[in-house]
């Protein structure tokens, strides 16, 4: 038995305007798409959006009597994060800079070198999800 893969699942509130985000300024494609889920895809990379719409926590006063608990609550939206292995990263990050999706602290000055042994940049999605483009140092490179 061995685990084969991981495949982010990224809440967002509205599937639509997710789906165009990802197409149209990262560079993925659309596989499959509803109101409640889209599986995108972008060479090897796979991305799920899930709809977290639900708004009736906002009319709530109770919260003790009556919990916030379909899963789906509309501030689920942004609040996950995932990393995404690549190659080309820099070549990556210059589209992503050109796309104007880098995250709002990134100085840049391209992908930074992390002490775990990665070079790395992120960028935000519509939502505020944060995705982070990584590849490994190579020992003597």
């Known amino acids: 038995m061995s685990l084969l893969r991981a495949v982010p699942a990224l809440p967002v509130e509205r599937i639509v305007a997710g789906v165009d985000f990802y197409c149209e300024r990262l560079g993925f ?16 990379a796979e991305v799920h959006l ?24 509309s501030f689920l939206a942004g609040t996950a994060s995932c990393r995404i292995e690549t190659d080309g990263l820099d070549e990556l990050y210059r589209e992503m800079a050109a796309a104007q999706v880098l995250h709002p602290g990134d100085a840049g000055a391209g992908p930074t070198d992390t002490e775990w042994g990665t070079r790395e940049f992120a960028v935000v999605d519509l ?4 995705l982070t483009f990584f590849s490994p140092v190579v020992d003597g490179a």
């Open 50 to 73: 899930w709809a977290a719409f639900d708004d009736d926590w906002r009319a709530r006063s109770d919260f003790v009597s009556m919990p916030i608990c379909s899963g789906a609550e």
């Open 29 to 44: 494609t659309v596989v499959a798409s509803d109101d409640g889920f889209a599986k995108l895809v972008r060479e090897g």
């Open 127 to 130: 939502a505020g999800n944060l």
